[in-house]
């Protein structure tokens, strides 16, 4: 079982609408998680962080964090087509800086 | 804030030449780094973690001896790629943290190409 799991995709949502992005993680101890926005040819890119469970809302992003199901979210509303990017979800277990990505999940926003 | 500077951004080199990458956090203390390495339409591949005076800690089936990480204050770490040859052409991009549970924040890569 990997330990950060993301659905590859593609995954295509149109213009304005919400995109959903989903990540399971397996270590229970995990306590922080991130969201990194990715373009092709380019670095990762910091876009959101969570560690409590609930929702955190960032101008068009939420993070969403349910560690009893170990699940985090992202949702992006009102998508546009310069968020097509491939998204990365990463965990950080508690006093140990061993960050786990997933392999990302690529969405396109058709315009 | 947060910003980390990596360089150079291209390096295209011949067969047998040694690289140095550097990787600076320009406005926080780095307590660890890291190197990833990426191969186009591929995942982040963790390469190794460094501690700031430590030696680096290699992923399993990463050569030590040929990626050499110096990781001699917190705020810069090297990643010298030894002999490179052209299996060794990719993306490679560090990382820097400012303690545990805090954020990855990430150069913007060198692509490496070995002729």
């Known amino acids: 079982q990997k330990e950060v799991e993301q659905n590859s995709g593609p995954l295509s949502v149109p213009e304005g609408a919400i995109a959903s992005l989903n990540c399971t993680y397996s270590d229970r101890g995990s306590q922080s998680f991130f969201w990194y926005r990715q373009y092709s040819g380019k670095s990762p890119e910091l876009i959101m962080f969570i560690y409590s469970n609930g929702d955190k809302e960032d101008g068009r992003f939420t993070a969403q964090l349910n560690k009893a199901s170990q699940y985090v979210s992202l949702l992006i509303r009102d998508s546009q087509p310069s968020d097509s990017a491939t998204y990365l979800c990463a965990v950080n277990s508690y006093n140990n800086n061993d960050m786990r990505f997933g392999a990302g999940t690529r969405l396109t926003v058709k315009p | 804030g947060a910003v980390v500077s990596q360089h150079p951004s291209w390096v295209i080199c011949k067969s047998g030449t040694s690289v140095k990458i550097e990787c600076r956090s320009l406005d926080f203390q780095a307590t660890t780094m890291f190197w990833y390495r990426q191969f186009p339409k591929q995942s982040l591949m963790l390469m190794a973690t460094s501690n700031e005076g430590s030696k680096a800690t290699y992923e399993q089936g990463v050569e030590k001896d040929k990626f050499l990480i110096n990781h001699a204050s917190l705020t810069l770490s090297t990643l010298t790629v030894t002999s490179a040859h052209p299996e060794d052409s990719s993306f490679y991009i560090c990382?820097?943290?400012?303690?545990?549970?805090?954020?990855?924040?990430f150069g913007d890569g060198t692509r490496l190409s070995i002729l």
């Open positions: 990382s820097a943290s400012g303690g545990n549970n805090q954020p990855q924040h």
